[in-house]
């Protein structure tokens, strides 16, 4: 069983930045890969981001290419999202996610969830 714990979410400005931190126990965090996802209102929930477990590969959603970089810290068990030049259409709930491999279909656990507003 892995637990998965989102923070950092907030409101911010148009232009802005926001770092989530998504922090793991239970089983060994630098096992699995890590995925961020979001989820605005009245839509449906999206990939965001990905990295490998040893995060030597990254994988953008087209939306947030160029913006948002995905990174992780296995001596903390934590995999971060740095997002900068933040837009009003990124407010959303994100939530990390661990599956064994990139290539898993599914995902296998899912975090809480963390608010990020973007003001115009």
């Known amino acids: 069983q892995v637990q998965l714990v989102e923070s950092g979410g907030g409101l911010v400005q148009a232009g802005g930045s926001l770092r989530l931190s998504c922090a793991s126990s239970?089983?060994?965090?630098?096992?699995?890969?890590m995925k961020w996802f979001r989820q605005a209102p009245g839509k449906e929930r999206e990939f965001v981001a990905a990295?490998?477990?040893?995060?030597?590969?990254?994988h953008y959603a087209d939306s947030v290419k160029g913006r948002f970089t995905i990174s992780r810290d296995n001596a903390k068990n934590t995999v971060y999202l740095q997002m900068d030049s933040l837009k009003p259409e990124d407010t959303a709930v994100y939530y990390c996610?661990?599956?064994?491999?990139?290539?898993?279909?599914?995902?296998?656990?899912w975090g809480q969830g963390t608010q990020v507003t973007v003001s115009s």
């Open positions: 996610a661990a599956q064994p491999t990139l290539a898993d279909r599914e995902v296998s656990y």
């Open positions: 239970g089983r060994t965090f630098s096992n699995y890969a």
């Open positions: 990295i490998s477990w040893s995060g030597g590969y990254t």
